[in-house]
T-cell receptor, first 113, second 111 residues
């Protein structure tokens, strides 16, 4: 079946611009995760949803980062007033209630100039 | 912080077995060992996981020591497409929480 998809795959933003990154999880997966991956590093957790509820947002680096999943399916990660340090790959993963294995999308590569 | 220790890099000849070690000396009784890999410019890909028994699937084998303080991921016949960063992660069973990645092992398969 279809895996996790993310869009756009690449985004170039000017410093100060707002961006929105989309994640389409595997159909029926109740859990959804966002991770941030800086160049040469492993992914780092940002936030976690179970259905539409955001249960953990402890990894969001600042209040400029906001995530939502209003209908318990598609999720959007929004970054306001982007800064150069926000440049990274943003990964989305989903998992089912029965199976704890997380399946990742291809990521969105964000470059802030 | 990641609860695992892996060598930063390894080389393997194409067609040979690749054996990737991982130390997790503080693993708890209910924690599983998961392996993911990340090929350049792609998202992490699930490979295999286990609790205490050895596991095998179509991608790899996972050997966990009896004391569970270390494990080895085995790719039986490495190909050039197996070149990637391999991450070993420990995670509590029944957990829907996030994965904690370390720096992983960069495996280079050479012709």
């Amino acid at each position: 079946g279809a895996g996790v998809s993310q869009s756009p795959r690449y985004k170039v933003a000017k410093r100060g611009q707002d961006v929105a990154l989309r994640c389409d999880p595997i159909s029926g997966h109740v859990s959804l995760f966002w991770y941030q991956q800086a160049l040469g590093q492993g992914p780092e957790f940002l936030t976690y949803f179970q259905n539409e509820a955001q249960l953990d947002k402890s990894g969001l680096p600042s209040d400029r980062f906001f995530a939502e999943r209003p209908e318990g399916s598609v999720s959007t990660l929004k970054i306001q007033r982007t800064q150069q340090e926000d440049s990274a790959v943003y990964l989305c993963a989903s998992s089912s209630r029965r199976q704890e294995t997380q399946y990742f999308g291809p990521g969105t590569r964000l470059l802030v100039l | 912080d990641a609860k695992t220790t892996q060598p930063p890099s390894m080389d393997c000849a194409e067609g040979r077995a690749a054996n990737l070690p991982c130390n997790h000396s503080t693993i708890s009784g209910n924690e599983y060992v998961y392996w993911y890999r990340q090929i350049h410019s792609q998202g992490p890909q699930y490979i295999i996981h286990g609790l205490k028994n050895n596991e095998t699937n179509e991608m790899a084998s996972l050997i966990i020591t009896e004391d569970r303080k270390s494990s080895t991921l085995i790719l039986p016949h490495a190909t050039l497409r197996d070149t990637a960063v391999y991450y070993c992660i420990v995670r509590a069973g029944g957990s829907q929480g996030n994965l904690i990645f370390g720096k992983g092992t960069k495996l280079s398969v050479k012709p």
